[in-house]
């Protein structure tokens, strides 16, 4: 059930630009320039960013997170990149909030194009600052590993 209140709608609002915020940060299409420096605005200072897609989890600070894909960029290596929203599922208490999110992304790296999609998990916290990202965990789908058909309105 959808929570009418203003002050919530208000939350939502702010939750639903963050993450809107993420996802053209990382994006890009060619001779475009990603902008992977808002992503640090976007989080608290020790903010976590955790790939979970292998055996190992590889955990990254903001700086971490952006360092090798700003790399990729730099080399040339990528040269397209876009993440999506699929679908969400928010929930809010007090001054914390949890985003359940299906995802797409789409890029093109060495020369060869690629597409996927995945879950991520954000926390958020609300700070004097307001609304930010305290971690981001993420999977993406694979042989035996399919998006749960609630989060594909199926």
């Known amino acids: 059930m959808l929570n009418k ?28 320039v990603p902008s992977y420096g808002d992503i640090h605005g976007l989080f608290i200072a020790t903010g976590l960013l955790i790939k979970n897609t292998g055996a190992t ?5 903001v700086a971490e997170f952006i360092a090798p894909r ?12 876009k993440e999506w ?8 208490f007090g001054n914390i909030a949890h985003r ?16 996927a999609r ?4 954000t ?7 307001g609304w930010k990202m305290s971690a981001m ?5 694979r042989p035996g590993l399919a998006l749960p058909a609630e989060l594909l309105g199926s």
């Open 5 to 32: 209140d203003p002050g919530h709608v208000a939350v939502k609002r702010e939750l639903d630009l963050l993450a809107a915020r993420f996802f053209r940060a990382v994006s890009f299409e060619p001779g475009e």
């Open 57 to 61: 989890p590889e955990i990254s600070s």
């Open 70 to 81: 700003q790399a990729l960029v730099d080399s040339g290596a990528l040269t397209r990149f």
């Open 85 to 92: 929203e699929l679908s969400e599922h928010t929930q809010m």
């Open 100 to 115: 359940y999110s299906a995802y797409g992304k789409a890029g093109t790296q060495d020369g060869k194009t690629f597409e």
């Open 118 to 121: 995945g879950v991520i998990s």
């Open 123 to 129: 926390q958020f916290i609300k700070t004097p600052e």
């Open 137 to 141: 965990a993420w999977d993406d789908e």
